[in-house]
């Protein structure tokens, strides 16, 4: 069959109505030179060719199969049981689009609203949405909702400075044109290191304050205590705005949810979650919040419900909130879901239950641990992280960061930490280094001998 | 459909009931049929205060969101609380259990402003005659 739905005669007869003789007059306002330019391309080559110069290709990368990894900074190497990749290869999920219909989606339905469950387990809220693009742009609707929710009347958003770089932009631009004031993140907030004062946010408080958002833990790896955050709960809710937390899932199987924190909405990163780094997506973002807030919540949700008959059922429901019936009274005129991402999330949590989880986020924070322990007691290594941490932490490194990098990647097949420098500038010489369940004791100590050599050099 | 006689009226199809130096509003049996089943009333926080035409609260239908409006302006100091858990109400009786918030006036003289229940009745058949509303 010919995949050009219209044959020569419609052509004509769309190209006389508008009145040109042929397509390429449509061109007319390109210079002749850009036109039709001579591509400049090597001969074709056979399948069996064409395979082995990618495969070539690929192997140029470093790959997280040949490389010991301690980058993290926002992306995790976990493991991912084969078992998430068995289940969303399944034809029924990989190739289902948007499940409107209950009548022929069951099955993506629910699966759909088992993820919702299990992330509202882990973050202590009581409603979930199906997901967002990252946790960078579930970050930013949170945002969208808390202005949305005081019918855009409070114009002002707080963002602690110790949230990743990227989502602090991220909120910027989904946000820009809207008149709002994004502050509290400025750099110069954050104390000696990478320490910050949960005071210096609470000062900027006022009843123009629609959100404050904290990360736990921090971009820096950092966490504050429950109690801690309670308080600055407490302070959010007395300023009449809405406290917005943005978690690692992983962390939350080891340490308090933010539901139990005063949380009203808790958004993060799902990537962690039975989904591989692939060089930066496709990820997820979760969106999770309190009942009350779930008509301004954006994104679709999934909800059980009974049929005519009582049977158990799976529908799309709160569907008055969605763009499609709001227009432009939406929250946010987004809708799209990462649903493979986030059945791969599900398939995780199912596979790992509760102890599983808990298991990983305890070897992220034993092993990270015992990596910064050992980094710091080498000479010219100071450990920068001061609070207690996850899976990440500071350490300031006596060459540049870019430096070692370099010479870990090329001599000793390691890929290094995060230059702090980069996004921080007083943190200069800084390297945000992570572990987690895939980095054995002995690659910790072979990281630990390559760095006492470059600092050596 | 229904009129409430002691009612004024707005072109958004709002309604208010003056009580001495307070008034209470909602959205008129006219309104609501329009609409078909409400889902959802989203209302003011006590204490907010908004002027004359602007929005105050969303009601969601099986159909659309349409935001209601103030009729006059005023500080918003009640709210009807049981449209949350029965927002059928909004259709059932829109001029009596379902009215939106309550609320003390800005400006008594935005009342000359507004439609009479004969006006509001002469106003909508000129809309349907127009095909529009």
Same mark, same amino acid.
């Given at each position: ?63 997280? =199969? ?5 980058? *993290? ?55 979930? =949405? ?62 000696? *290191? ?21 990360? =736990? ?51 993060? /990163? ?134 070692? =990098? ?42 630990? /001998? ?8 | ?40 009333? +989203? ?83 000129? +809309? ?6």
């Amino acid at each position: 069959m010919t995949y050009v739905p219209h044959s020569q005669a419609e052509r004509q007869a769309m190209l006389a109505a508008i009145g040109v003789d042929c397509v390429e007059d449509l061109f007319a306002a390109v210079p002749q030179a850009l036109r039709f330019p001579k591509v400049s391309l090597p001969e074709p080559l056979s399948e069996m060719e064409i395979l082995q110069e990618l495969q070539w290709m690929s192997e140029i990368n470093a790959d997280l =199969n040949h490389y010991a990894c301690f980058l *993290g900074a926002g992306a995790y190497n976990h493991y991912v049981p084969s078992v998430v990749d068995h289940v969303i290869s399944r034809s029924e999920f990989y190739t289902a689009y948007t499940p409107y219909q209950p009548e022929v989606s069951q099955g993506t339905l629910q699966t759909i609203f088992e993820y919702q469950s299990m992330i509202c387990a882990l973050t202590g809220m009581e409603v979930a =949405n199906a997901s967002h693009y990252d946790g960078a742009t579930s970050m930013a609707e949170a945002v969208l909702m808390a202005v949305a929710v005081r019918r855009g009347k409070r114009r002002k958003v707080i963002l602690a400075p110790t949230i990743h770089p990227e989502y602090r932009e991220t909120v910027r631009t989904y946000t820009q044109g809207m008149g709002l004031t994004v502050t509290g993140d400025d750099p110069g907030k954050l104390g000696e *290191g990478t320490g910050f004062d949960l005071e210096a946010l609470k000062a900027l408080l006022d009843s123009d304050t629609a959100c404050l958002i904290v990360q =736990n833990p921090d971009f820096f790896g950092q966490m504050k205590s429950p109690a801690a955050l309670q308080g600055l709960a407490d302070a959010v809710h007395e300023a009449g705005a809405m406290f917005i937390v943005s978690a690692d899932p992983i962390s939350l199987g080891l340490f308090t949810p933010p539901g139990d924190y005063g949380a009203d909405v808790v958004v993060g /990163e799902g990537q962690p979650l039975g989904n591989a780094i692939s060089f930066g997506g496709p990820y997820l973002g979760y969106f999770a919040c309190k009942d009350r807030f779930k008509h301004k919540m954006a994104g679709r949700v999934v909800g059980e419900t009974v049929d005519t008959q009582g049977r158990r059922g799976f529908v799309l429901t709160l569907v008055a909130r969605e763009q499609h019936i709001r227009r432009e009274k939406a929250t946010s005129n987004i809708c799209s879901n990462q649903a493979l991402c986030a059945l791969a999330a599900g398939v995780y949590l199912a596979t790992l239950g509760k102890r599983g989880l808990r298991t990983v986020a305890e070897l992220c924070y034993h092993k990270a641990h015992y990596a910064a322990s050992q980094i710091a007691a080498l000479d010219g290594y100071e450990l920068v992280s001061k609070d207690p941490f996850f899976k990440e932490f500071v350490v300031h490194f006596p060459r540049p960061v870019s430096e070692v =990098n370099r010479y870990l990647l090329e001599e000793w097949g390691i890929i290094g930490g995060y230059d702090l420098g980069q996004v921080f500038p007083h943190l200069a010489g800084c390297a945000l280094l992570c572990t987690t369940e895939m980095n054995p004791k002995e690659e910790i100590d072979y990281l630990v /001998e390559a760095l006492a050599e470059v600092g050596h050099e | 459909m229904k009129l409430d006689k002691d009612c004024r009226y707005a072109e958004t199809h709002e309604w208010v009931r003056v009580e001495g130096n307070e008034a209470i509003t909602g959205i008129s049996d006219y309104a609501q049929e329009q609409l078909s089943d409400v889902v959802y009333v +989203e209302l003011p926080e006590i204490g907010d205060s908004f002027a004359k035409g602007e929005a105050y609260a969303t009601v969601e239908s099986v159909k659309a969101a349409s935001e209601v409006y103030m009729p006059i302006g005023g500080e918003i100091i009640e709210i009807n609380g049981e449209l949350e858990a029965r927002p059928q109400l909004v259709n059932e009786d829109p001029f009596g259990a379902a009215w939106f918030a309550r609320f003390t006036i800005a400006d008594p003289s935005e009342l000359d402003d507004l439609m009479d229940a004969d006006a509001y009745e002469k106003f909508i058949a000129e +809309e349907e005659a127009k095909g529009g509303h």
